[in-house]
Protein backbone atom coordinates (compact mmCIF):
# COMPACT_ATOMS: atom_id res chain seq x y z
CA UNK A 1 0.00 0.00 0.00
CA UNK A 2 0.98 3.71 0.10
CA UNK A 3 1.54 4.15 3.53
CA UNK A 4 1.29 2.37 6.67
CA UNK A 5 -1.76 0.83 7.48
CA UNK A 6 -3.05 -0.06 11.30
CA UNK A 7 -6.17 -1.43 12.91
CA UNK A 8 -8.46 -0.83 14.42
CA UNK A 9 -8.51 3.14 14.53
CA UNK A 10 -9.96 3.41 18.21
CA UNK A 11 -10.08 0.33 20.63
CA UNK A 12 -12.01 0.82 23.60
CA UNK A 13 -11.97 -2.47 26.06
CA UNK A 14 -12.65 -3.73 29.80
CA UNK A 15 -9.54 -4.21 31.90
CA UNK A 16 -8.51 -7.99 31.82
CA UNK A 17 -9.10 -8.47 28.25
CA UNK A 18 -6.95 -9.18 25.53
CA UNK A 19 -6.09 -6.77 22.44
CA UNK A 20 -4.70 -7.13 18.82
CA UNK A 21 -3.23 -4.55 17.22
CA UNK A 22 -2.77 -5.19 13.81
CA UNK A 23 -0.11 -3.24 11.32
CA UNK A 24 0.38 -3.61 7.54
CA UNK A 25 3.77 -1.80 6.13
CA UNK A 26 4.40 -0.12 3.49
CA UNK A 27 5.62 -2.76 0.81
CA UNK A 28 9.41 -3.49 0.48
CA UNK A 29 9.87 -1.81 3.80
CA UNK A 30 11.84 -4.85 5.54
CA UNK A 31 11.85 -2.75 9.51
CA UNK A 32 8.95 -2.55 11.30
CA UNK A 33 8.97 -0.91 14.72
CA UNK A 34 5.80 -0.47 17.83
CA UNK A 35 6.16 2.24 19.68
CA UNK A 36 3.72 3.69 22.65
CA UNK A 37 2.80 6.91 23.48
CA UNK A 38 0.56 7.75 26.22
CA UNK A 39 -1.27 11.34 26.11
CA UNK A 40 1.06 14.32 25.98
CA UNK A 41 4.09 12.31 25.91
CA UNK A 42 7.04 10.94 23.91
CA UNK A 43 7.43 7.68 21.76
CA UNK A 44 8.31 4.70 23.86
CA UNK A 45 9.88 1.77 21.68
CA UNK A 46 8.21 -1.60 21.82
CA UNK A 47 9.59 -3.47 19.46
CA UNK A 48 11.75 -3.73 16.11
CA UNK A 49 11.83 -6.42 13.46
CA UNK A 50 14.13 -6.71 10.58
CA UNK A 51 13.38 -9.30 8.43
CA UNK A 52 14.66 -12.55 8.93
CA UNK A 53 16.41 -11.74 11.99
CA UNK A 54 15.65 -11.83 15.86
CA UNK A 55 13.23 -9.34 16.80
CA UNK A 56 14.96 -6.25 19.07
CA UNK A 57 12.29 -6.90 21.78
CA UNK A 58 13.75 -4.59 24.46
CA UNK A 59 11.10 -1.77 24.89
CA UNK A 60 8.42 -4.61 25.90
CA UNK A 61 7.26 -3.50 29.37
CA UNK A 62 5.63 -6.55 30.61
CA UNK A 63 4.94 -10.60 29.45
CA UNK A 64 1.52 -9.57 28.86
CA UNK A 65 2.64 -7.67 25.45
CA UNK A 66 3.74 -9.77 22.58
CA UNK A 67 4.35 -9.11 18.81
CA UNK A 68 4.56 -10.89 15.85
CA UNK A 69 5.31 -10.94 12.39
CA UNK A 70 4.85 -13.01 9.24
CA UNK A 71 7.66 -12.48 7.02
CA UNK A 72 8.18 -8.76 5.47
CA UNK A 73 4.36 -8.31 6.11
CA UNK A 74 1.59 -7.99 8.45
CA UNK A 75 2.50 -7.29 12.18
CA UNK A 76 0.46 -7.88 15.16
CA UNK A 77 0.72 -6.69 19.10
CA UNK A 78 -0.92 -8.59 21.32
CA UNK A 79 -1.88 -6.98 24.57
CA UNK A 80 -2.95 -9.96 27.20
CA UNK A 81 -5.10 -9.06 30.54
CA UNK A 82 -5.18 -5.35 29.76
CA UNK A 83 -4.52 -2.81 32.28
CA UNK A 84 -5.78 0.91 32.26
CA UNK A 85 -2.03 1.96 32.31
CA UNK A 86 -2.25 0.09 28.84
CA UNK A 87 -4.39 2.90 27.16
CA UNK A 88 -2.34 4.66 24.93
CA UNK A 89 -2.04 5.01 21.01
CA UNK A 90 -0.02 2.55 19.82
CA UNK A 91 1.80 3.40 16.27
CA UNK A 92 3.70 1.22 14.58
CA UNK A 93 6.19 2.26 11.64
CA UNK A 94 8.55 0.70 8.88
CA UNK A 95 11.56 2.01 6.58
CA UNK A 96 13.83 0.05 4.38
CA UNK A 97 16.68 -2.06 5.96
CA UNK A 98 19.68 0.15 6.68
CA UNK A 99 23.59 -0.43 5.40
CA UNK A 100 26.07 -0.17 7.84
CA UNK A 101 29.01 2.27 5.81
CA UNK A 102 25.91 3.63 3.32
CA UNK A 103 27.05 7.11 5.55
CA UNK A 104 23.31 7.15 6.19
CA UNK A 105 21.84 5.51 8.26
CA UNK A 106 18.84 7.93 7.45
CA UNK A 107 16.02 4.93 6.83
CA UNK A 108 13.17 7.39 7.74
CA UNK A 109 10.55 5.90 9.67
CA UNK A 110 7.23 6.22 7.99
CA UNK A 111 4.31 5.86 10.83
CA UNK A 112 1.29 4.43 10.66
CA UNK A 113 -1.96 6.62 12.08
CA UNK A 114 -1.97 4.51 15.47
CA UNK A 115 -4.09 2.28 17.20
CA UNK A 116 -6.10 4.36 20.10
CA UNK A 117 -6.65 1.69 23.16
CA UNK A 118 -8.92 2.32 26.00
CA UNK A 119 -8.74 0.17 28.86
CA UNK A 120 -12.02 0.58 31.11
CA UNK B 1 20.19 7.33 30.78
CA UNK B 2 18.24 9.46 29.10
CA UNK B 3 19.38 9.78 25.60
CA UNK B 4 17.41 12.34 24.14
CA UNK B 5 16.78 15.34 26.06
CA UNK B 6 13.78 18.30 25.48
CA UNK B 7 13.64 20.34 28.11
CA UNK B 8 12.05 23.28 27.12
CA UNK B 9 8.51 23.68 28.38
CA UNK B 10 5.75 24.71 25.55
CA UNK B 11 7.16 27.64 22.93
CA UNK B 12 5.67 30.56 21.62
CA UNK B 13 6.33 31.44 18.50
CA UNK B 14 4.73 34.89 16.29
CA UNK B 15 4.21 34.39 12.96
CA UNK B 16 6.58 34.59 10.44
CA UNK B 17 9.33 34.90 13.13
CA UNK B 18 12.05 32.15 13.41
CA UNK B 19 12.16 29.88 16.38
CA UNK B 20 14.48 27.32 17.59
CA UNK B 21 13.98 23.87 19.15
CA UNK B 22 16.18 22.32 21.70
CA UNK B 23 17.60 19.05 21.70
CA UNK B 24 20.69 17.48 23.26
CA UNK B 25 21.42 13.61 23.08
CA UNK B 26 23.83 11.50 24.75
CA UNK B 27 25.79 8.61 22.87
CA UNK B 28 29.11 6.88 23.28
CA UNK B 29 28.55 5.40 19.73
CA UNK B 30 30.58 7.68 17.02
CA UNK B 31 27.73 6.53 14.02
CA UNK B 32 24.77 7.84 14.99
CA UNK B 33 21.73 9.65 13.28
CA UNK B 34 19.41 12.32 14.32
CA UNK B 35 15.90 12.92 13.80
CA UNK B 36 13.48 15.69 13.85
CA UNK B 37 9.85 14.83 13.51
CA UNK B 38 6.36 16.68 13.52
CA UNK B 39 3.40 15.57 15.31
CA UNK B 40 -0.06 18.22 14.89
CA UNK B 41 -3.27 17.53 16.89
CA UNK B 42 -3.74 14.83 14.38
CA UNK B 43 -1.67 12.68 15.73
CA UNK B 44 0.39 11.50 12.59
CA UNK B 45 4.11 11.49 12.84
CA UNK B 46 5.82 13.69 10.23
CA UNK B 47 9.72 13.77 9.23
CA UNK B 48 10.97 16.80 8.81
CA UNK B 49 14.92 16.43 8.77
CA UNK B 50 17.54 14.28 9.31
CA UNK B 51 21.52 14.76 10.55
CA UNK B 52 23.90 11.86 10.16
CA UNK B 53 27.07 12.22 12.77
CA UNK B 54 29.87 12.23 9.56
CA UNK B 55 28.06 14.68 7.77
CA UNK B 56 30.00 17.74 7.48
CA UNK B 57 27.12 20.38 6.77
CA UNK B 58 24.44 21.37 8.61
CA UNK B 59 21.56 19.69 6.98
CA UNK B 60 18.37 21.56 5.50
CA UNK B 61 15.50 20.83 4.12
CA UNK B 62 13.23 24.07 3.04
CA UNK B 63 12.32 25.92 5.83
CA UNK B 64 13.58 23.80 8.79
CA UNK B 65 17.30 23.48 9.14
CA UNK B 66 19.14 21.87 11.63
CA UNK B 67 21.95 23.33 13.66
CA UNK B 68 24.56 20.29 14.98
CA UNK B 69 26.94 21.07 17.18
CA UNK B 70 28.30 17.17 17.57
CA UNK B 71 31.00 18.64 20.53
CA UNK B 72 27.99 19.94 22.50
CA UNK B 73 25.66 16.83 21.46
CA UNK B 74 23.15 19.09 20.40
CA UNK B 75 20.86 19.63 17.13
CA UNK B 76 18.74 22.33 17.60
CA UNK B 77 15.89 22.20 14.44
CA UNK B 78 15.06 25.73 13.63
CA UNK B 79 11.95 26.84 11.95
CA UNK B 80 12.48 30.11 9.71
CA UNK B 81 9.36 32.09 8.79
CA UNK B 82 6.76 30.39 11.08
CA UNK B 83 3.28 29.44 10.12
CA UNK B 84 -0.01 28.79 11.80
CA UNK B 85 0.54 24.90 10.50
CA UNK B 86 3.66 24.54 12.36
CA UNK B 87 1.63 24.35 15.73
CA UNK B 88 2.34 21.07 16.67
CA UNK B 89 4.51 18.80 18.95
CA UNK B 90 8.25 18.24 17.75
CA UNK B 91 10.21 15.22 18.76
CA UNK B 92 13.99 15.08 18.65
CA UNK B 93 15.32 11.44 18.23
CA UNK B 94 18.57 8.88 17.04
CA UNK B 95 19.40 6.04 15.63
CA UNK B 96 22.45 4.70 17.09
CA UNK B 97 23.72 2.81 13.96
CA UNK B 98 24.97 -0.72 15.02
CA UNK B 99 28.20 -2.70 13.85
CA UNK B 100 25.87 -5.24 12.11
CA UNK B 101 24.45 -3.28 9.24
CA UNK B 102 21.39 -3.56 10.55
CA UNK B 103 18.62 -0.51 11.13
CA UNK B 104 18.50 0.16 14.87
CA UNK B 105 15.04 1.36 17.15
CA UNK B 106 14.82 5.18 17.22
CA UNK B 107 14.67 6.61 20.46
CA UNK B 108 12.73 9.49 21.21
CA UNK B 109 12.69 12.83 23.45
CA UNK B 110 9.37 13.66 25.30
CA UNK B 111 9.28 16.68 22.51
CA UNK B 112 8.29 20.12 22.88
CA UNK B 113 5.08 21.86 21.94
CA UNK B 114 5.57 24.83 19.73
CA UNK B 115 2.59 27.43 19.20
CA UNK B 116 2.41 29.60 16.61
CA UNK B 117 0.46 33.24 17.52
CA UNK B 118 -1.16 35.26 14.36
Known amino acids: GAGVSQSPSNKVTEKGKDVELRCDPI?????LYWYRQRLGQGLEFLIY??????PDKSGLPSDRFSAERTGESVSTLTIQRTQQEDSAVYLCASSTPGVWGSGSGANVLTFGAGSRLTVL | AQKITQTQPGMFVQEKEAVTLDCTYD???????LFWYKQPSSGEMIFLIY??????QNATEGRYSLNFQKARKSANLVISASQLGDSAMYFC???????????????FGKGITLSVRP
Open chain 1, 49 to 54: FQGNSA
Open chain 2, 51 to 56: QGSYDQ
Open chain 2, 27 to 33: TSDPSYG
Open chain 2, 93 to 107: AMREIVRTGANSKLT
Open chain 1, 27 to 31: SGHTA
